[in-house]
């Protein structure tokens, strides 16, 4: 018994998201907090329009994507979360807006039980812990995306994180959500970002240096490896923003030229080109754009 049956989820992008509609296709109620009502209204379109999806591949049946539907409501007051059992803090991926976070609901929480997990990619978790009064119920619960379709979760404890914490989160993201766990140590990357993150930066640094196109050097690693997704193209589906983001957490931590952000990298990021979000990164994704523009389903 976790005694987790309603969940908060704080941000609403990519994995927000993908987290929110976890938890309602497993029948569990969940709330999202968004930083204001036009940003709350952009959240629930994504998992709308991703459970549209779900729908249209046949992949969910039409009565449970309005089940699912039902159990998610999404706000602008953080307030709304005080008495959730389990949030998971999904904002980006910037130290002091996370801190800010983990102290607001620090200070809304009423439950001495209730579970504040980060989605962080590479934030050491103690130091979210360490805003807070309650260390001992914080712990690193990193999703990886796309959440409804991958399966890993990398559980991270920190220093300070209690044993029935991290059992009772483990329990709910693998016996509720379906999810496979492998743990790690509290250090920046933790375990797949440490290593996939130096290969997305050699690749930008291929790309700057002229050594290839974008093209060939994704159709490199899918033709010649079979990976699913070039490192570019993969970048373009993490953000260059949140790829940044990352490398700047690893680089800060472990000092080594292979983590710092190749310039290429942060001229996009200061150029607006996010990847996906954006319609553009290293591709450019019309559908993307095309599917921005639509309407929404009506509900
Ligand atoms: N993108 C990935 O592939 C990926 C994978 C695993 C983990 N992560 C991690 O998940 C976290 C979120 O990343 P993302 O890609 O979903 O980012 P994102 O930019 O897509 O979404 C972040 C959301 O948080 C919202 N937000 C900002 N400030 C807020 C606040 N004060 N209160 C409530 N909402 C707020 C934004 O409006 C936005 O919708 C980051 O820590 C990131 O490192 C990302």
Not at 79 to 102: G, R
Not at 173 to 179: A, I, M, P, Q, Y
């Amino acid at each position: 018994m976790t005694g987790i049956e309603r969940v908060g989820v704080v941000g609403c992008g990519l994995m927000g998201a993908g987290i929110a509609e976890v938890c309602a296709r497993a029948d569990v109620p969940v709330t999202i907090v968004e930083r204001d009502t036009q940003a709350a209204r952009a959240g629930l379109l994504r998992i709308t329009r991703s459970l549209d999806r779900a729908v249209a591949h046949g992949r969910l049946d039409a009565a449970r994507r309005e089940a699912a539907t039902g159990l998610i409501t999404v706000v602008d007051q953080i307030e709304a979360l005080h008495d959730h059992d389990l949030v998971i803090e999904a904002v980006p991926e910037d130290e002091s807006l996370k801190l800010d976070v983990f102290t607001r609901l620090d200070s809304v929480i009423t439950g001495d039980h209730t579970i504040l997990a980060t989605n962080t990619s590479s934030i050491p978790v103690i130091r979210l812990a360490t805003a807070t009064t309650r260390p001992d119920r914080v712990v690193g619960v990193h999703f990886f995306n796309p959440v409804p379709v991958l399966r890993l979760v990398e559980l991270v404890p920190s220093l300070l994180t209690s044993p029935t914490t991290t059992a009772r989160a483990e329990d709910f993201v693998t016996g509720r959500l379906g999810k496979e766990v492998v743990r790690t140590r509290d250090k920046a990357g933790f375990i797949v970002n440490a290593l996939l993150v130096p290969y997305l930066l050699a690749a930008v640094r291929m790309l700057e240096s002229g050594s290839a196109t974008a093209e060939d050097i994704d159709r490199g690693m899918v033709l010649g490896c079979a990976h699913p997704l070039g490192p570019l193209a993969l970048t373009d589906l993490i953000g260059l923003d949140t790829t940044r983001a990352i490398a700047e957490s690893l680089y800060a931590e472990f000092r080594e030229p292979q983590y710092s952000p190749p310039p290429l990298l942060s001229r996009m990021v200061e150029a607006g080109l996010l990847g996906r979000k954006s319609g553009r990164g290293f591709h450019v994704y019309e559908e993307h754009r095309r599917e921005a523009a639509a309407p929404a389903r009506p509900r």
